[in-house]
């Protein structure tokens, strides 16, 4: 049976790649386009827009698992979860981004060293370190060597990861908790309705 055109769409990674050119090459086109906004203040704008779509990418591949739980029919489902592993190091790319746009806007080693001291610093740096490691852990040969099960066991720091950026996001300005909000709080809902429907009994046919 052909599958509908959605599900064989989301199958292949020609539209998430597109998405992934288009999110970083956006913040450039619009300073280059002399976006006032934009140009204001380039570095805060392209560390912004870098932190703010690795978020992103993190909590759509945390929502995966819990929409394949919910949704086990769901051939959509189906199709964006091939796509886990390259949306998680997706995640890493622009934190990878983010950190390197701080690094610009604080004008280099000597401009960190006067805002190592921030809490939302630290937890940064420290998510930063957590999605490296689930990036290289990423590559076939290291999963092959690990195992499944103990690959599984070493992702589940991805959630880590999540409470770890949604303090760096809510704590560095008075906007930051709501902002946070929107990108963990559907998270949290559908990581709470996964939990609810694995611990449901199983209705045994009579």
Do not use: C
């Not at 199958?11 to 790649?17: D, E, N, P, S, V």
């Not at 386009?33 to 203040?41: I, K, L, M, V, Y």
């Not at 919910?70 to 390259?86: I, K």
């Not at 720091?157 to 008075?174: N, V």
């Amino acid at each position: 049976m052909t599958r509908p055109w959605a599900e064989r769409i989301l199958g292949g990674k020609l539209w998430l790649w597109v998405l992934i050119v288009a999110l970083a090459a956006y913040p450039w086109l619009r300073l280059l386009s002399g976006d006032p906004f934009a140009s204001a203040n380039p570095a805060q704008y392209l560390l912004d827009h870098a932190g703010t779509v690795a978020t992103a990418f993190l909590v759509a591949v945390l929502s995966l698992t819990p929409l394949r739980v919910l949704f086990p029919a769901s051939g959509l489902v189906r199709s964006l979860n091939r796509h886990r592993r390259l949306v998680g190091v997706t995640a890493f790319g622009f934190a990878v981004l983010h950190l390197g746009y701080f690094w610009l806007h604080v004008d280099g080693w000597a401009g960190a060293m006067k805002e190592i001291d921030k809490p939302f610093i630290w937890s940064g740096l420290a998510a930063w370190m957590v999605l490296a490691v689930l990036a290289i852990t990423s590559l076939n040969a290291i999963v092959r060597a690990m195992g499944a099960r103990g690959w599984k066991r070493l992702h589940r720091a991805a959630y880590f990861a999540a409470a770890l950026a949604f303090y760096h996001q809510a704590a560095q300005q008075k906007e930051g908790y709501s902002e946070a909000l929107w990108f963990f709080a559907p998270l949290a809902v559908l990581e709470i309705a996964r939990i609810v429907r694995q611990r449901r009994p199983t209705r045994q046919m009579s």
